[in-house]
T-cell receptor, first 114, second 114 residues
Framework: DQQVKQNSPSLSVQEGRISILNCDYTNSMFDYFLWYKKYPAEGPTFLISISSIKDKNEDGRFTVFLNKSAKHLSLHIVPSQPGDSAVYFCAASARETSGSRLTFGEGTQLTVNP | DTEVTQTPKHLVMGMTNKKSLKCEQHMGHRAMYWYKQKAKKPPELMFVYSYEKLSINESVPSRFSPECPNSSLLNLHLHALQPEDSALYLC?????????????FGPGTRLTVT
């Protein structure tokens, strides 16, 4: 049972444009969501998070939107830069039942073309 | 400082060898994690330590043996591994386990079992 889904295995955008990465979840107990970026042969790097009491969180070029009713979140990167090319993982946790234990999606490979 | 360090960076071992992976963090985090990651897949949780005590073991085979000597160090002892255990092994830490906090990952150890 895949509780966190990233349905797009890959996404390609032009430099300077917006990148939108999507994530859906099924477990209604999830109340904290995170995005990680991963380069090949490196560990995931934490990017941005959002609590279920919010619907938006912004940090520089990165904005995460949460739609609880649709059980959907998205990461917006604007403007996209070639250095943003990496695999992006969405992750979720359920504070009541598992604290900081994370459930990851399968990842989306973002390629930003110069 | 959000650095988690892991040694060695690469490890090649035979199926009869005994080796150890090491992880260190100096962020005062009280939860530490071992993950296994195969190519193009999300990290899979193996073990979680909270306040130096084993909190979660995700039914990992006994050929993997974790150890937490103190609050800053986490080891993973390896013995009689199989070729299918070849993967990137990631260590992570977070402020605590009971509430959702961001996990910070190390760069990983690329393990090859021959």
């Amino acid at each position: 049972d895949q509780q966190v889904k990233q349905n797009s295995p890959s996404l390609s955008v032009q430099e300077g444009r917006i990148s939108i990465l999507n994530c859906d979840y099924t477990n209604s107990m999830f109340d904290y969501f995170l995005w990680y970026k991963k380069y090949p042969a490196e560990g995931p790097t934490f990017l941005i998070s959002i609590s279920s009491i919010k619907d938006k969180n912004e940090d520089g070029r990165f904005t995460v939107f949460l739609n609880k009713s649709a059980k959907h979140l998205s990461l917006h990167i604007v403007p996209s830069q070639p250095g943003d090319s990496a695999v992006y993982f969405c992750a979720a946790s359920a504070r009541e039942t598992s604290g900081s234990r994370l459930t990851f999606g399968e990842g989306t490979q973002l390629t930003v073309n110069p | 400082d959000t650095e988690v360090t892991q040694t060695p960076k690469h490890l090649v071992m035979g199926m009869t060898n005994k080796k150890s992976l090491k992880c260190e963090q100096h962020m005062g985090h009280r939860a530490m994690y071992w993950y296994k990651q195969k190519a193009k897949k999300p990290p899979e949780l193996m073990f979680v330590y909270s306040y130096e005590k084993l909190s979660i073991n995700e039914s990992v085979p006994s050929r993997f043996s974790p150890e937490c000597p103190n609050s800053s160090l986490l080891n993973l002892h390896l013995h009689a591994l199989q070729p299918e255990d070849s993967a990137l092994y990631l260590c992570a830490s977070s402020r605590g386990l009971a509430t959702p906090y961001e996990q910070y990952f190390g760069p990983g150890t690329r393990l090859t079992v021959t």
